[in-house]
Protein backbone atom coordinates (compact mmCIF):
# COMPACT_ATOMS: atom_id res chain seq x y z
CA UNK A 1 0.00 0.00 0.00
CA UNK A 2 1.20 3.25 -1.23
CA UNK A 3 2.57 5.66 2.16
CA UNK A 4 0.69 8.53 2.88
CA UNK A 5 2.10 11.46 4.39
CA UNK A 6 -0.27 11.26 6.98
CA UNK A 7 0.08 11.15 11.06
CA UNK A 8 -2.11 8.70 12.64
CA UNK A 9 -2.52 8.55 16.27
CA UNK A 10 -2.58 5.93 18.55
CA UNK A 11 -6.48 6.31 18.84
CA UNK A 12 -6.24 5.62 15.49
CA UNK A 13 -4.15 2.77 15.85
CA UNK A 14 -6.54 1.42 19.17
CA UNK A 15 -9.45 1.63 16.57
CA UNK A 16 -8.22 -0.47 13.78
CA UNK A 17 -7.10 -3.12 16.14
CA UNK A 18 -10.65 -3.37 17.36
CA UNK A 19 -12.48 -3.35 14.14
CA UNK A 20 -10.34 -5.63 12.55
CA UNK A 21 -9.85 -8.48 15.65
CA UNK A 22 -12.97 -10.41 13.97
CA UNK A 23 -11.11 -10.76 10.81
CA UNK A 24 -7.73 -12.50 12.68
CA UNK A 25 -6.80 -15.58 10.51
CA UNK A 26 -5.91 -18.41 12.62
CA UNK A 27 -3.32 -21.08 11.66
CA UNK A 28 -5.27 -23.38 13.67
CA UNK A 29 -8.62 -22.41 12.34
CA UNK A 30 -7.35 -23.50 8.47
CA UNK A 31 -5.92 -26.70 6.88
CA UNK A 32 -2.81 -27.60 7.71
CA UNK A 33 -0.51 -27.04 4.94
CA UNK A 34 1.63 -29.95 3.78
CA UNK A 35 4.76 -30.36 4.93
CA UNK A 36 7.59 -30.49 2.43
CA UNK A 37 11.01 -31.64 3.22
CA UNK A 38 14.60 -30.60 1.24
CA UNK A 39 15.20 -33.15 -1.58
CA UNK A 40 15.92 -33.04 -5.63
CA UNK A 41 12.80 -34.69 -6.66
CA UNK A 42 11.00 -33.47 -9.63
CA UNK A 43 7.38 -31.64 -8.82
CA UNK A 44 5.55 -32.76 -11.94
CA UNK A 45 2.42 -30.58 -10.96
CA UNK A 46 4.65 -27.30 -10.92
CA UNK A 47 7.84 -28.34 -13.77
CA UNK A 48 9.98 -27.48 -10.42
CA UNK A 49 12.59 -29.71 -8.39
CA UNK A 50 14.68 -28.62 -5.43
CA UNK A 51 18.22 -27.82 -5.24
CA UNK A 52 20.25 -26.82 -2.07
CA UNK A 53 23.35 -24.83 -1.96
CA UNK A 54 25.85 -25.15 0.84
CA UNK A 55 28.73 -22.57 1.34
CA UNK A 56 31.48 -21.88 3.53
CA UNK A 57 31.11 -17.69 4.13
CA UNK A 58 31.75 -15.64 7.31
CA UNK A 59 32.41 -16.53 10.78
CA UNK A 60 31.10 -16.57 14.57
CA UNK A 61 29.82 -13.19 15.40
CA UNK A 62 29.22 -11.88 11.90
CA UNK A 63 25.78 -10.55 10.53
CA UNK A 64 24.15 -12.25 7.66
CA UNK A 65 22.99 -9.34 5.16
CA UNK A 66 21.71 -10.85 1.87
CA UNK A 67 21.12 -8.60 -0.80
CA UNK A 68 21.35 -8.00 -4.79
CA UNK A 69 24.19 -6.51 -4.80
CA UNK A 70 25.65 -6.96 -8.02
CA UNK A 71 22.38 -6.12 -9.93
CA UNK A 72 21.52 -9.18 -11.52
CA UNK A 73 18.03 -10.50 -10.04
CA UNK A 74 19.58 -12.65 -7.43
CA UNK A 75 20.32 -12.32 -3.99
CA UNK A 76 24.48 -12.50 -3.02
CA UNK A 77 25.76 -14.21 0.11
CA UNK A 78 27.11 -11.40 2.11
CA UNK A 79 28.06 -10.41 5.84
CA UNK A 80 29.37 -7.57 8.13
CA UNK A 81 31.56 -7.71 10.87
CA UNK A 82 31.33 -6.12 13.60
CA UNK A 83 34.78 -6.85 15.05
CA UNK A 84 36.44 -5.24 11.52
CA UNK A 85 33.46 -3.04 9.88
CA UNK A 86 33.88 -4.81 6.74
CA UNK A 87 31.76 -6.33 4.68
CA UNK A 88 32.36 -9.65 2.52
CA UNK A 89 30.02 -10.11 -0.45
CA UNK A 90 30.53 -13.19 -1.92
CA UNK A 91 31.84 -12.77 -5.76
CA UNK A 92 32.96 -8.92 -4.96
CA UNK A 93 35.67 -8.91 -2.25
CA UNK A 94 35.91 -6.91 1.16
CA UNK A 95 35.29 -3.63 1.76
CA UNK A 96 35.26 -1.58 5.22
CA UNK A 97 32.20 0.20 5.97
CA UNK A 98 31.11 1.14 9.13
CA UNK A 99 32.88 0.50 12.96
CA UNK A 100 31.40 -1.53 16.10
CA UNK A 101 28.60 -0.56 17.20
CA UNK A 102 27.17 0.60 14.09
CA UNK A 103 23.95 -1.51 12.17
CA UNK A 104 24.28 -2.92 8.82
CA UNK A 105 21.22 -1.66 6.81
CA UNK A 106 22.02 -2.27 2.96
CA UNK A 107 19.65 -1.46 0.32
CA UNK A 108 19.41 -0.02 -3.10
CA UNK A 109 18.39 3.56 -1.73
CA UNK A 110 19.48 5.53 -5.63
CA UNK A 111 16.80 3.14 -7.44
CA UNK A 112 19.67 1.53 -9.71
CA UNK A 113 18.34 -2.34 -8.63
CA UNK A 114 21.73 -3.16 -6.59
CA UNK A 115 21.89 -2.77 -2.79
CA UNK A 116 24.10 -0.24 -1.38
CA UNK A 117 26.58 -0.87 1.57
CA UNK A 118 25.13 1.40 4.72
CA UNK A 119 25.49 1.40 8.20
CA UNK A 120 23.08 2.85 10.87
CA UNK A 121 24.98 4.57 13.67
CA UNK A 122 22.90 4.72 16.79
CA UNK A 123 24.99 6.55 18.91
CA UNK A 124 24.17 9.58 16.59
CA UNK A 125 21.53 8.21 14.67
CA UNK A 126 23.29 9.00 11.61
CA UNK A 127 23.24 6.84 7.96
CA UNK A 128 26.36 6.25 6.01
CA UNK A 129 25.49 5.04 2.80
CA UNK A 130 28.41 4.08 0.10
CA UNK A 131 28.40 6.16 -2.55
CA UNK A 132 25.80 8.14 -2.11
CA UNK A 133 25.93 10.24 1.29
CA UNK A 134 25.63 10.73 4.75
CA UNK A 135 22.01 11.19 6.38
CA UNK A 136 21.57 12.04 10.04
CA UNK A 137 17.69 10.39 10.94
CA UNK A 138 16.83 8.71 13.99
CA UNK A 139 18.22 9.01 17.61
CA UNK A 140 19.77 6.21 19.74
CA UNK A 141 17.16 3.32 20.62
CA UNK A 142 15.31 3.23 16.68
CA UNK A 143 15.26 0.27 15.09
CA UNK A 144 16.47 1.05 10.96
CA UNK A 145 13.82 0.07 8.86
CA UNK A 146 14.57 0.73 4.97
CA UNK A 147 12.14 0.28 2.61
CA UNK A 148 10.59 1.51 -0.68
CA UNK A 149 7.67 3.52 1.34
CA UNK A 150 7.04 5.83 -1.35
CA UNK A 151 6.90 3.55 -4.65
CA UNK A 152 9.65 5.59 -6.71
CA UNK A 153 12.03 2.49 -6.64
CA UNK A 154 14.03 3.36 -4.15
CA UNK A 155 14.44 2.67 -0.61
CA UNK A 156 13.68 5.10 1.75
CA UNK A 157 15.22 5.87 5.12
CA UNK A 158 12.92 5.22 8.22
CA UNK A 159 13.38 4.22 11.69
CA UNK A 160 11.09 2.32 14.43
CA UNK A 161 11.36 4.26 17.72
CA UNK A 162 9.78 1.52 20.27
CA UNK A 163 9.60 3.64 22.93
CA UNK A 164 6.59 5.50 21.00
CA UNK A 165 5.71 2.62 18.68
CA UNK A 166 6.40 5.20 16.17
CA UNK A 167 7.78 5.13 12.19
CA UNK A 168 10.00 7.95 11.20
CA UNK A 169 9.83 7.66 7.26
CA UNK A 170 12.34 10.34 5.73
CA UNK A 171 9.94 12.49 3.81
CA UNK A 172 6.83 11.89 5.42
CA UNK A 173 5.44 12.78 8.96
CA UNK A 174 5.03 9.93 12.33
CA UNK A 175 3.00 7.14 11.89
CA UNK A 176 1.92 5.26 15.15
CA UNK A 177 1.99 1.44 14.53
CA UNK A 178 2.97 -0.27 17.03
CA UNK A 179 4.42 -0.62 20.17
CA UNK A 180 7.21 -1.58 22.90
CA UNK A 181 8.29 -5.10 22.29
CA UNK A 182 6.79 -4.97 18.23
CA UNK A 183 9.29 -5.98 15.49
CA UNK A 184 8.93 -4.41 12.70
CA UNK A 185 8.30 -5.99 9.32
CA UNK A 186 7.87 -3.95 6.58
CA UNK A 187 7.54 -5.09 3.37
CA UNK A 188 5.25 -5.07 -0.02
CA UNK A 189 1.91 -7.53 1.35
CA UNK A 190 -0.50 -5.88 -1.16
CA UNK A 191 1.79 -6.25 -4.51
CA UNK A 192 1.78 -2.91 -5.50
CA UNK A 193 5.22 -2.17 -5.40
CA UNK A 194 5.39 -0.19 -2.13
CA UNK A 195 6.59 -1.59 1.29
CA UNK A 196 3.51 -1.71 3.64
CA UNK A 197 4.22 -0.54 7.60
CA UNK A 198 3.62 -3.67 9.65
CA UNK A 199 4.38 -5.39 12.68
CA UNK A 200 4.95 -8.91 14.28
CA UNK A 201 3.94 -8.97 17.71
CA UNK A 202 5.70 -11.89 19.65
CA UNK A 203 3.83 -11.83 22.55
CA UNK A 204 0.69 -13.38 20.39
CA UNK A 205 2.02 -14.00 17.46
CA UNK A 206 -0.08 -11.46 15.36
CA UNK A 207 1.00 -9.46 12.56
CA UNK A 208 -0.31 -6.04 12.54
CA UNK A 209 -0.74 -4.59 8.94
CA UNK A 210 -1.02 -0.82 8.43
CA UNK A 211 -4.15 -0.91 5.68
CA UNK A 212 -4.08 -4.87 5.14
CA UNK A 213 -5.70 -6.13 8.87
CA UNK A 214 -4.67 -8.27 11.94
CA UNK A 215 -3.35 -11.86 11.58
CA UNK A 216 -2.58 -14.76 14.06
CA UNK A 217 0.59 -16.63 12.49
CA UNK A 218 2.84 -17.80 14.85
CA UNK A 219 3.70 -18.40 18.24
CA UNK A 220 6.47 -16.76 21.00
CA UNK A 221 9.70 -17.71 19.84
CA UNK A 222 9.45 -17.46 16.21
CA UNK A 223 11.37 -15.02 13.79
CA UNK A 224 9.22 -13.12 10.97
CA UNK A 225 10.73 -13.57 7.43
CA UNK A 226 8.23 -12.16 5.43
CA UNK A 227 8.83 -12.69 1.30
CA UNK A 228 7.19 -13.39 -1.55
CA UNK A 229 7.95 -17.37 -1.61
CA UNK A 230 4.65 -17.56 -4.21
CA UNK A 231 6.60 -15.61 -6.55
CA UNK A 232 3.66 -13.04 -6.77
CA UNK A 233 5.26 -10.13 -5.68
CA UNK A 234 3.67 -10.08 -2.55
CA UNK A 235 5.01 -11.01 0.69
CA UNK A 236 3.24 -13.84 2.46
CA UNK A 237 3.67 -13.66 6.02
CA UNK A 238 6.33 -16.20 7.21
CA UNK A 239 7.97 -17.51 10.37
CA UNK A 240 10.95 -19.52 11.13
CA UNK A 241 10.64 -21.39 14.04
CA UNK A 242 14.00 -22.23 15.33
CA UNK A 243 12.93 -25.19 17.96
CA UNK A 244 12.23 -27.40 14.51
CA UNK A 245 13.70 -25.55 11.91
CA UNK A 246 11.01 -24.89 10.25
CA UNK A 247 9.37 -21.98 8.07
CA UNK A 248 5.41 -21.22 8.38
CA UNK A 249 4.69 -19.98 5.01
CA UNK A 250 1.04 -18.91 5.01
CA UNK A 251 -1.03 -19.79 2.09
CA UNK A 252 2.15 -21.59 0.98
CA UNK A 253 2.99 -24.14 2.99
CA UNK A 254 5.53 -25.56 5.67
CA UNK A 255 9.43 -26.41 4.93
CA UNK A 256 11.71 -27.62 7.56
CA UNK A 257 15.38 -26.10 6.67
CA UNK A 258 17.39 -25.10 9.13
CA UNK A 259 18.24 -25.43 12.72
CA UNK A 260 18.64 -23.82 16.18
CA UNK A 261 20.41 -20.59 16.32
CA UNK A 262 20.16 -20.36 12.80
CA UNK A 263 19.39 -16.58 11.14
CA UNK A 264 16.75 -17.10 8.39
CA UNK A 265 17.80 -14.58 5.16
CA UNK A 266 15.13 -15.53 2.69
CA UNK A 267 15.94 -13.83 -0.76
CA UNK A 268 15.47 -15.62 -4.56
CA UNK A 269 19.20 -16.69 -4.88
CA UNK A 270 17.48 -18.70 -8.06
CA UNK A 271 16.92 -15.63 -9.42
CA UNK A 272 13.01 -15.99 -10.66
CA UNK A 273 10.11 -13.95 -8.69
CA UNK A 274 10.06 -16.32 -6.13
CA UNK A 275 11.94 -15.82 -2.44
CA UNK A 276 13.67 -19.32 -1.24
CA UNK A 277 14.83 -20.20 1.98
CA UNK A 278 18.32 -19.74 3.25
CA UNK A 279 19.48 -19.48 6.64
CA UNK A 280 23.28 -18.51 7.90
CA UNK A 281 24.38 -20.47 11.00
CA UNK A 282 26.82 -18.64 12.87
CA UNK A 283 28.28 -21.90 14.44
CA UNK A 284 29.96 -22.29 11.64
CA UNK A 285 29.95 -19.60 9.10
CA UNK A 286 28.11 -21.58 6.80
CA UNK A 287 25.20 -20.68 4.76
CA UNK A 288 22.52 -23.53 3.63
CA UNK A 289 19.97 -22.38 0.74
CA UNK A 290 16.99 -24.32 -0.71
CA UNK A 291 16.22 -23.39 -3.71
CA UNK A 292 13.20 -23.79 -6.38
CA UNK A 293 14.54 -24.14 -10.28
CA UNK A 294 12.52 -24.66 -13.05
CA UNK A 295 13.08 -28.50 -14.57
CA UNK A 296 13.30 -28.46 -18.63
CA UNK A 297 11.46 -30.95 -19.67
CA UNK A 298 11.89 -32.29 -23.36
CA UNK A 299 8.79 -32.33 -25.24
CA UNK A 300 7.42 -35.91 -25.87
CA UNK A 301 8.27 -37.58 -29.01
CA UNK A 302 5.77 -37.40 -31.67
CA UNK A 303 3.40 -41.08 -31.55
CA UNK A 304 4.92 -43.66 -34.26
CA UNK A 305 2.67 -43.40 -37.56
CA UNK A 306 0.14 -46.02 -38.10
CA UNK A 307 1.75 -48.17 -41.26
CA UNK A 308 -0.79 -49.77 -43.74
CA UNK A 309 0.00 -53.40 -44.11
CA UNK A 310 -0.73 -53.22 -47.93
CA UNK A 311 2.65 -51.37 -48.71
CA UNK A 312 5.13 -53.59 -46.78
CA UNK A 313 8.25 -51.79 -48.71
CA UNK A 314 7.86 -48.63 -46.51
CA UNK A 315 6.06 -46.77 -44.74
CA UNK A 316 2.17 -45.34 -46.50
CA UNK A 317 -0.48 -44.58 -43.80
CA UNK A 318 -4.03 -45.57 -44.41
CA UNK A 319 -6.44 -42.81 -45.81
CA UNK A 320 -7.52 -39.93 -45.11
CA UNK A 321 -6.10 -38.49 -47.14
CA UNK A 322 -6.03 -40.46 -50.36
CA UNK A 323 -2.42 -40.27 -51.67
CA UNK A 324 -1.80 -40.55 -55.40
CA UNK A 325 1.78 -41.48 -56.36
CA UNK A 326 2.79 -38.22 -56.88
CA UNK A 327 1.91 -37.58 -53.46
CA UNK A 328 4.38 -39.91 -52.05
CA UNK A 329 7.49 -39.81 -54.77
CA UNK A 330 7.89 -43.33 -54.75
CA UNK A 331 7.83 -45.97 -57.88
CA UNK A 332 8.25 -49.58 -57.97
CA UNK A 333 6.70 -51.00 -54.96
CA UNK A 334 5.27 -54.28 -53.90
CA UNK A 335 1.74 -53.88 -52.96
CA UNK A 336 -0.48 -56.31 -51.82
CA UNK A 337 -3.88 -56.92 -49.88
CA UNK A 338 -6.42 -54.47 -50.33
CA UNK A 339 -4.91 -51.47 -51.47
CA UNK A 340 -7.04 -49.08 -49.89
CA UNK A 341 -4.98 -45.82 -52.07
CA UNK A 342 -5.15 -47.54 -55.45
CA UNK A 343 -1.56 -47.65 -56.02
CA UNK A 344 -1.74 -50.78 -58.34
CA UNK A 345 -4.45 -50.33 -60.72
CA UNK A 346 -3.84 -52.93 -63.03
CA UNK A 347 -3.19 -55.21 -59.94
CA UNK A 348 0.20 -56.73 -60.52
CA UNK A 349 1.35 -56.15 -57.44
CA UNK A 350 3.51 -53.26 -58.04
CA UNK A 351 2.21 -50.17 -57.31
CA UNK A 352 3.37 -46.62 -59.17
CA UNK A 353 4.88 -48.22 -62.19
CA UNK A 354 7.13 -46.60 -63.81
Known sequence: MRFRSTAIGLTALASATTGLTAAVASPAATAAPAVVTASTAVTAATATKVVSMTVRFGMNGDIPVARNYVGDSRVDLA?????????????????????????????????????????????????????????????????????????NARAELAVFRPATGKWWIRGGTAIAWGQRGDVPVPSNYVGDSHADVAIFRPANGRWYLRGGGIYAWGVRGDIPAPASFGGDSRSELVVFRPSTGSWYMRGVGIVRWGATWDKPQPGQYGGDARADQAVFRPSNGTWYVRMLVPVTTPPPPPPPPTCHPSYPDFCIAPPPPDLDCPDIGRTNFTVVGTDPHRFDADNDGIGCES
Open 79 to 151: VWRPATGVWHVRGLGSIKWGVRGDIPVPADYNGDGRAELAVFRPATGTWYIRGIGTFKWGINGDVPVPANYLG
